[in-house]
């Protein structure tokens, strides 16, 4: 037998790899999600912690092979059950590739979500600059204007998103903190909301699904014994919920979120923010949050409670 001809009998082993793949099982089709956001918003730091809690984080996995990703998880019986993609959107044929890969999942059913990274333009420049490194878009230009090419690109995207988190005012931990209460391993819940308190003098959180004004109540502030005081405190509590109009104001906005909980489950939405807001966040807005998060919770929400700026005076 020639040598040619004993080359012919040997079996080709990339052929065979092939054949195996394809003719194995898709088992159950993995959990995944999709991060996004902002250069700079703390994408890494999202996929680490989704790393930690044991998902499989791709980074920079080029959009088109997102499917292909989740055929790969199924195939995988059962070891690849959480997959996590971190996608960085930086032109325009990435976005419409990107745009492409989520019709080819909804069309498989295959179900996902979408977490984006958000930051304001102030904190995004101190970051690029702490690390005196450019923005990815800002060319020739300066760092802002790299910051508003980007903003423009991800816009569309920011508007599907299924959690937007605002790390402006967030440090690492206070991030991952926010992650693991989205994400840690148990029973599902339909609904996770977090409940945040603000101060209108510092604006208004950019993440904020529903904004509750409680400017209208009596400022605790301008009380001397109770100035020093938090929200927290069952001082301030209860000097907010004895003014009038108070308790019904909570009563009637609970009933509403219940209407529109009902339907967020309904259209599949998992999160929602919902920013309390006061003159300075510190009184009036974290009272209303303590309490309205207790009657979430009581409704069956899964339920976090944020003070964004509290102690910021």
């Known amino acids: 037998m020639t040598e040619h001809s004993r080359a012919q009998e040997q079996p080709d082993p990339t052929a065979s790899a092939a054949t195996a793949a394809a003719g194995e099982e898709s088992g159950p089709t993995p959990e995944l999600v999709i991060i996004s956001g902002m250069s700079g918003a703390g994408r890494s730091t999202a996929a680490k912690c989704l790393e930690d809690l044991g998902w499989f984080v791709v980074d920079n996995l080029p959009p088109s092979l997102i499917p292909t990703m989740v055929d790969l998880g199924a195939r995988s019986q059962g070891n690849v059950a959480r997959i996590a993609v971190v996608v960085d959107v930086r032109g325009r044929s990435f976005f419409d590739s990107l745009r ?4 080819d999942l909804d069309a498989k059913s295959v179900t996902r979500r979408i977490v984006f990274l958000e930051a304001s333009d102030n904190a995004l420049v101190q970051r690029f600059e702490s690390v005196r490194r450019p923005h990815p878009l800002q060319g020739d230009g300066r760092i802002v204007d790299g910051i508003a090419a980007e903003r423009d690109l991800l816009r569309e995207l920011r508007g599907d998103a299924d959690l937007v988190i605002d790390t402006s005012n967030l440090n690492v931990h206070e991030l991952r903190a926010k992650m693991d209460a989205q994400f840690t391993s148990g029973d599902e819940p339909e609904l996770r909301a977090t409940v ?48 009038p109009g108070a308790k019904e104001f909570l009563e009637r906005y609970a009933d509403l979120l219940h209407l529109v909980a ?43 409670v944020v003070h964004r700026d509290m102690g910021r005076e």
């Open 100 to 103: 492409e890969s989520l019709a």
């Open 196 to 243: 945040m308190s603000f101060g209108y003098k510092y604006g208004l959180p950019v993440d904020a699904d529903h904004v509750v004004d409680c400017r209208f109540l009596p400022n605790p502030h301008w009380v001397p014994e109770l100035r020093p005081f938090t929200g927290t405190s069952e001082e301030v509590a209860g000097y907010v919920f004895n003014q």
């Open 262 to 304: 009902a339907g967020y489950r309904r259209e599949g939405k998992r999160y929602v923010t919902i920013a309390v807001g006061c003159t300075g966040g510190k009184h009036r807005s974290v009272a209303v949050s303590e309490r309205l998060a207790k009657v979430l919770a009581a409704e069956g929400i899964e339920t976090v």
